[in-house]
Nanobody
Framework: QVQLVESGGGLVQAGGSLRLSCAAS?????????MGWFRQAPGKEREFVAR???????IYATAVKGRFTISRDGAKNTGYLQMTSLKPEDTAVYYC????????????WGQGTQVTVSS
C-alpha cells in the first residue's frame, strides 16, 4: 500500500504562484517510481498535467509547459509541482498519482488539493 498526501493548494490571483506537495509513504513506495500530476476542473474530466519518466525526465501538458515545473526530494519521498504565471483556467482540483515504471495505469492517488485562480 502507498499513501499520498497533497498539500499547498489555495486561492491565488492570476499571475501568481503556488507550490503543491505530494508526500508518499508506505512499505512499497519505492516500487512506484513514476509520479504524475493531474487536475480536474468542475464539469470536466481529469487531465494530465505533468509527470516524471522512468528515466528521470519530465513530461508536461502543452497547457502548462513553461509555467509549471515538477521536482522531487527522494529522501523525503515527496514530489512537488511548482506553478507560476497562473491563469483562471488553471483552477481545478490537483491530484498526484504513482505507478510502476512500464505500466500505464496509476495505482494510487492522493486526495486532491484545490487550486483557485481569480482573475
Amino acid at each position: 500500500q502507498v499513501q499520498l498526501v497533497e498539500s499547498g493548494g489555495g486561492l491565488v490571483q492570476a499571475g501568481g504562484s503556488l507550490r503543491l506537495s505530494c508526500a508518499a509513504s508506505g512499505r512499497t513506495v519505492s516500487s512506484y517510481a513514476v509520479m504524475g500530476w493531474f487536475r480536474q476542473a468542475p464539469g470536466k474530466e481529469r487531465e494530465f498535467v505533468a509527470r516524471f519518466t522512468g528515466g528521470g525526465g519530465t513530461i508536461y501538458a502543452t497547457a502548462v509547459k513553461g509555467r509549471f515545473t515538477i521536482s522531487r526530494d527522494g529522501a523525503k519521498n515527496t514530489g512537488y509541482l511548482q506553478m507560476t504565471s497562473l491563469k483562471p483556467e488553471d483552477t481545478a482540483v490537483y491530484y498526484c498519482g504513482v505507478r510502476r515504471v512500464g505500466t500505464a495505469n496509476y495505482d494510487y492517488w492522493g486526495q486532491g488539493t484545490q487550486v483557485t485562480v481569480s482573475s
